[in-house]
């Protein structure tokens, strides 16, 4: 009966710490930053990035400027996101993070980052902020 009692009670405390770390934003799993760059000469850029849960909005980014969210990574590398892209007059909708990204991203930092540049010439994807080409690399053309 001690044995029931004390398996019921550890599973009652490590969900119980679960729910608190997962309520004050700590992630259980990996922490991951995506960051969408705009990097068109003379255009503003919209956006709209979502996931299954959730729908970011649409956001304009200027020549330069960036757009990035935080999440936590769901088990199993179920986490995908995609989003959309605007630049008169082309339209591209692609997943902008899924497990083939996340591997391609992963530092094991802890905090781990995909970096997106929006060219003229299409879509790179790197996992440092470095200055273009360093690191980057072709993932999709404008359609």
Same mark, same amino acid.
């Given at each position: 009966?001690a044995?029931d009692?004390?398996?019921?009670l $550890?599973g009652f405390?490590a969900f119980?710490?679960? $729910?608190?770390y997962?309520s #004050?934003?700590?992630?259980?799993n990996?922490s991951?930053? *995506?960051h969408i +760059?705009? %990097?068109i000469?003379n255009?503003?850029?919209?956006?709209n990035p979502?996931s299954?849960n959730d729908?970011? %909005?649409?956001h *304009? $980014?200027?020549?330069?400027?960036? #757009?990035t !969210?935080h999440?936590?990574?769901?088990?199993? %590398?179920s986490?995908?996101?995609?989003?959309?892209?605007y630049?008169?007059p082309r339209l591209?909708?692609?997943t902008?993070f899924?497990?083939?990204y996340?591997?391609?991203c +992963?530092?094991?930092r802890? *905090?781990?980052?995909c970096y !997106? $540049?929006?060219?003229?010439d %299409?879509? #790179?994807?790197?996992p #440092?902020?470095?200055p273009?080409?360093k690191?980057? *690399?072709k993932?999709?053309? !404008?359609p």
């Amino acid at each position: 009966m001690a044995h029931d009692t004390n398996s019921t009670l $550890l599973g009652f405390l490590a969900f119980s710490l679960y $729910l608190i770390y997962t309520s #004050y934003g700590f992630c259980v799993n990996r922490s991951w930053h *995506v960051h969408i +760059i705009n %990097g068109i000469a003379n255009d503003s850029l919209l956006i709209n990035p979502k996931s299954g849960n959730d729908d970011l %909005g649409i956001h *304009v $980014l200027q020549p330069n400027q960036a #757009y990035t !969210w935080h999440f936590c990574e769901k088990f199993a %590398g179920s986490t995908i996101f995609n989003s959309t892209f605007y630049c008169k007059p082309r339209l591209a909708n692609f997943t902008v993070f899924n497990d083939a990204y996340r591997y391609e991203c +992963i530092k094991n930092r802890g *905090v781990e980052d995909c970096y !997106w $540049l929006v060219r003229d010439d %299409g879509f #790179y994807l790197s996992p #440092y902020e470095n200055p273009f080409p360093k690191d980057w *690399v072709k993932k999709h053309d !404008w359609p």
